[in-house]
């Protein structure tokens, strides 16, 4: 296993900023310079963090890099603060997130690693805000840049719901990023409406393969349901699943990234046994 930090000026976030890559290994046995010198391309997962996390989440909680090198999977993780993947214009100097992601980090990472830049070699996963902010963001609003999209504890908002209930959980979020895009009008027709083009998506000939996954004891659970029964309503090829017990928490999502690497079609390595959730892991809810 190749473990790369970069740390690098970004024109789109206007600030130095980090990123977290890994490459598959040279495995035992195999010659150095054939190996290296081979020219061959893997595939790529983007995978992104939630609220108050950055680019080594993953690699601190979970066994990503074991899955990773069974796989020979390059694997990306940015940071991102806590900007829910969005462009943020209005902060001086901008940080363009959203632009960020297939703008800069992308060419970055075809140019630079020997990373497939093919659609049926990219994947995007995330968890919480990096599920609900982006990889369901960047999933529908660049259906052709991936072949797989998976989010873990977050899907699309249904913003004209929530803006019409100021009681809502969601409320006070969602009321900053339309304020953000320039009020509702101006959301509604812009790229944060992610909503909106499930249903176009829903109509491709050949969309990205999407799955989405909750634990029953997460507080963003009824809205998990709120949407699926809509993705299902406007015909979206869909898998969902749901853990009974699992609230928003690391053990659920460790468990969940290796079934979704199955889902994108990765088949090395084992899952654990999940029928039972340990009970006395309590809710992280400040990563929603």
């Known amino acids: 296993m190749a473990l790369v930090h970069l740390n690098v000026r970004s024109w789109c976030l206007n600030q130095n900023t980090d990123i977290e890559v890994i490459l598959p290994s040279i495995k035992q046995g195999q010659n150095a310079k054939e190996y290296y010198g081979s020219q061959k391309k893997y595939p790529v997962l983007w995978l992104l963090h939630g609220t108050l996390g950055c680019y080594n989440d993953y690699l601190r909680r979970t066994n990503i890099e074991l899955y990773a090198t069974e796989n020979d999977l390059i694997v990306v993780m940015p ?46 996963c995330g968890l919480s805000m990096g599920a609900r902010g982006g990889a369901s963001k960047f ?50 027709n812009s790229y944060e409406n992610v909503w909106d083009k499930v249903a176009e998506v829903a109509k491709m000939e050949n969309p990205p393969k999407y799955y989405f996954c909750c634990g029953t004891a997460d507080g963003v659970y009824p809205n998990y349901l709120h949407f699926k029964e809509y993705a299902q309503k406007v015909g979206l090829k869909a898998t969902f699943d749901e853990r009974e017990g699992y609230a928003h928490e690391w053990r659920f999502w460790e468990l969940e990234i290796q079934e979704i690497l199955k889902f994108f079609g990765f088949t090395k390595g084992q899952t654990h046994n999940t029928t039972e959730p340990n009970k006395e892991v309590k809710m992280e809810g400040r990563l929603i």
């Open 139 to 188: 999933g529908f609003n660049y259906p052709e840049k991936f072949g797989g999209v998976a989010c873990m504890s977050g899907v699309p908002s249904d913003i004209r719901t929530i803006m019409a209930n100021p009681d809502h959980p969601m409320y006070a979020r969602e009321k900053i990023t339309v304020e953000q895009a320039g009020g509702l009008e101006k959301f509604l």
């Open 79 to 124: 940071s991102a603060m806590n900007s829910n993947y969005s462009n943020w214009t209005n902060m001086i100097p901008p940080f363009n997130m959203f632009d960020y992601l297939t703008e800069e980090l992308m060419p970055m990472i075809y140019g630079w690693f020997p990373a497939s830049d093919k659609r049926e070699d990219n994947f995007i």
